[in-house]
């Protein structure tokens, strides 16, 4: 992969992780600011499972980062010819992960508006 693809694939790993950090920020601001226990505990379950989303992300960057960058970081201490393949593989793989999962986050939202009366 180019490295101009893997800097722009970084860059919406980044976004994307700030996306949820966001969304995280918020829910931890409505959980504080309620007084209703069971509204609480919904709150912190879907914090929860936005790990599931935002964790992946993270190692997938960190991955692709020591991808791009392994001549100027652990390339320095291991004597390779590269970085290995599998940091790629694994980082996309990651990444598919978090995506999916973002994805199925956003289909229970739309569920929930649609079924909200």
Not at 35 to 55: G, P, R
Not at 61 to 89: K, M, R
């Amino acid at each position: 992969m180019p490295t101009a693809d893997v800097i722009a694939f970084l860059s919406l790993i980044v976004a994307l992780s700030a996306y949820i950090a966001t969304i995280r920020l918020r829910l931890i601001d409505r959980i504080k600011e309620t007084t209703d226990t069971t509204k609480k505990n919904n709150l912190k379950l879907i914090s929860f499972w936005l790990t599931f989303a935002d964790a992946p992300l993270i190692v997938s960057g960190v991955l692709l980062f020591l991808h791009a960058f392994w001549d100027e970081t652990l390339g320095l201490w291991f004597t390779s010819p590269g970085a290995p393949a599998w940091l790629l593989a694994w980082s996309v793989g990651f990444f598919t992960f978090g995506g999916l999962a973002l994805v199925a986050h956003h289909i229970a939202a739309w569920w929930k508006s649609i079924t909200a009366v």
